[in-house]
């Protein structure tokens, strides 16, 4: 065998050597940019959800608030009328009054108590998107 055909033997094995490791290099980063776009679907899946849930108990809050307001005028609005046709000014004042505290209420009290955060412990690597 000659000198020649030894180097040219060592550099095929040299390039097989090099593309078996080239192949293998792109197959891993293929793999881990998979997991990591699949993880990311993931996570923004879960974030629509938590957000989506949010809306909802929001939503939930604000009615019953408003419900709740609407129900305080109205019983408030019959003893003034009662009160004015009775000529009685201690029901007036107990209906104005009333209703001066249900208008001077801000209708967001107590939201905090019903928004309990859900949590998304899968998450954390992201958790500064999140909040």
Do not use: H, W
């Amino acid at each position: 065998m000659s000198v020649k055909n030894v180097f040219s033997a060592l550099d095929i094995a040299s390039v097989v050597t090099e593309t078996i490791n080239s192949a293998t290099s792109y197959l891993k980063t293929k793999e881990v940019e998979e997991t990591e776009r699949q993880r990311l679907i993931s996570c923004l899946n879960a974030i629509t959800a938590k957000i989506e849930l949010e809306r909802d108990k929001f939503e939930k809050f604000m009615e019953n608030s408003f419900a709740e307001r609407e129900r305080l005028y109205s019983s408030a609005d019959k003893v003034l009328e009662k009160g004015l046709q009775e000529n009685n000014m201690q029901l007036v004042t107990l209906a104005s009054n009333l209703m001066m505290n249900v208008y001077n209420k801000n209708p967001l009290d107590g939201l905090d108590n019903k928004m309990q955060d859900v949590k998304l412990e899968g998450l954390q690597p992201i958790k500064s998107y999140i909040d």
